[in-house]
């Protein structure tokens, strides 16, 4: 059975010009990664600030290229899928969900945008319909389709972004740090509606975090990442009870953690 997603080899070269002579060279922000992610598991990616993270997410998106390196999904490899399956199979939520809304438009209209795209519904009953589906998949009263982004709070963007990405149908989603920018009170109620989903629907996360404790939370697996290069992976229980890396027993011990 293949891997929902298999990631080989990945790296990621970014252009730097250095010195006052502007010599051109470049920096790794990615290096030799390799990881899998296997149907309905949440896999979580961890480290600090510019350790990588995101950059390996926006690459399985398509976002931005690999210098080098292969993306499956489903044994086939990303690039030779067309824009619209790669869009169904993997789909992205963002640390600020108002940034990736339109604001010019009503959740509605963003909702029946997405779903024509991935169900080919163009009927105007069959789009209400779904949309209202969508909003009571993430907990939304179906009253507000016709509001705009910028009419709801901070956690209620966040649960639109997860609606707009649950209408593409992903099998897999990239959490990109989804509770960051939350108020603690919300953050919970967002992590268990992802939990939920992932329950009810078997869709795989790919979690990008720096908060230990929520990562222990939800995940089944974890990747430690430093300077672009995954120093350590596992089951979260023998990630967090027996790390072998120095760097990771040193990220865990600057968080208080739950007993697992």
Do not use: W
């Not at 619209?84 to 010019?104: E, W």
């Not at 222990?216 to 009870?241: A, L, P, R, T, Y």
Request: glycine share 6%.
């Amino acid at each position: 059975m293949k891997s929902l997603l298999e990631v080989k080899n990945l790296v990621k070269r970014f252009s730097v010009e250095r010195g006052i002579f502007k010599k051109q060279g470049f920096i790794e922000a990615v290096k030799n990664v390799s990881f899998t992610i296997e149907k309905g598991e949440i896999v979580s990616l961890v480290g600090e600030s510019g350790s990588g993270k995101s950059t390996i997410g926006r690459m399985i998106q398509g976002l931005i290229q690999s210098s080098s390196g292969e993306i499956y999904f489903e044994g086939e490899k990303a690039e030779l899928l067309e824009l619209k399956t790669r869009a169904q199979t993997v789909q992205t939520i963002f640390q600020d969900p108002f940034a990736s809304l339109n604001p010019k438009l009503s959740i509605g209209f963003i909702l029946k945008e997405a779903l024509a795209q991935s169900k080919n519904l163009y009927k105007k009953e069959e789009l209400l319909k779904e949309v209202k589906n969508l909003l009571d998949a993430v907990g939304l009263p179906q009253a507000l389709l016709n509001d705009y982004p910028h009419q709801f709070s901070g956690g209620q963007r966040q649960r639109i972004a997860i609606a707009r990405a649950l209408a593409m149908q992903p099998k897999l989603i990239i959490a990109d740090e989804p509770v960051s920018a939350l108020d603690l009170s919300i953050q919970a109620q967002i992590l268990n509606l992802l939990m939920d989903l992932n329950k009810n629907f078997g869709i795989s996360y790919l979690l990008i975090a720096h908060d230990l404790s929520i990562v222990q939370q939800m995940s089944d697996k974890v990747m430690v990442i430093k300077n672009g290069e995954i120093v350590e992976q596992g089951f979260s229980e023998q990630i967090f009870n027996d790390p072998k890396e120095a760097y990771t027993k040193n990220l865990l011990s600057s968080v208080p953690l739950l007993e697992i």
